[in-house]
């Protein structure tokens, strides 16, 4: 059962993800190149997205993981697949773990590094019962067929 948190800035929803099997790309990028890297990794994948389609249990994520001090983690344009996509696809594997996950949609993908500061800096502050987990994912999830006016939803790990 979702936990849903009001503020004035954004809608924060608490609940359960499961994990998931995600085939993809992945890129090594820096936080201050990220809207161009990821771009870039998202135009190199979408080819693929087709060969991934009729395997696809949903739309397609991004995925940032193993953030150092210095702002560089792992970018990963990927779909969620049953385990051994990979061997069919191509694509290289990554498990998203299952857990709590702060959620929030966004309508403007402009909006996504302001949301993702947010939830990391103003709304856990806030809270006595989640913190974000900074070994997690944090996760944007597209819809099928998604274009660029269409909503993102943000799932970001708490521990």
Not at 2 to 24: M, W, Y
Not at 27 to 36: E, F, G, H, L
Not at 44 to 51: D, G, I, L, R
Request: with cysteine; hydrophobic share 35%; glycine share 6%.
């Amino acid at each position: 059962m979702a936990k849903e948190i009001n503020d004035t800035n954004h809608k924060i929803t608490v609940a359960e993800q499961p994990a998931r099997n995600l085939a993809g790309l992945c890129a090594r990028i820096n936080i201050s190149d990220s809207q161009k890297e990821c771009s870039a990794l998202w135009e190199k994948f979408w080819p693929s997205m087709e060969k991934l389609a009729p395997i696809a249990e949903e739309g397609s994520f991004g995925v940032s993981i193993n953030m150092d001090e210095k702002g560089n983690y792992d970018y990963w344009a990927a779909m969620a697949t049953p385990p051994g996509a990979e061997e069919t696809s191509g694509m290289s594997c990554l498990e998203v773990r299952g857990g709590k996950y702060a959620a929030c949609t966004i309508e403007n993908l402009a909006d996504i590094g302001e949301v993702y500061q947010y939830i990391y800096s103003e709304w856990e502050k806030t809270q006595s019962d989640y913190r974000v987990d900074p070994t997690g994912a944090w996760l944007e999830f597209y819809q099928k067929d998604w274009q660029d006016e269409d909503p993102v939803t943000l799932y970001v790990a708490l521990k």
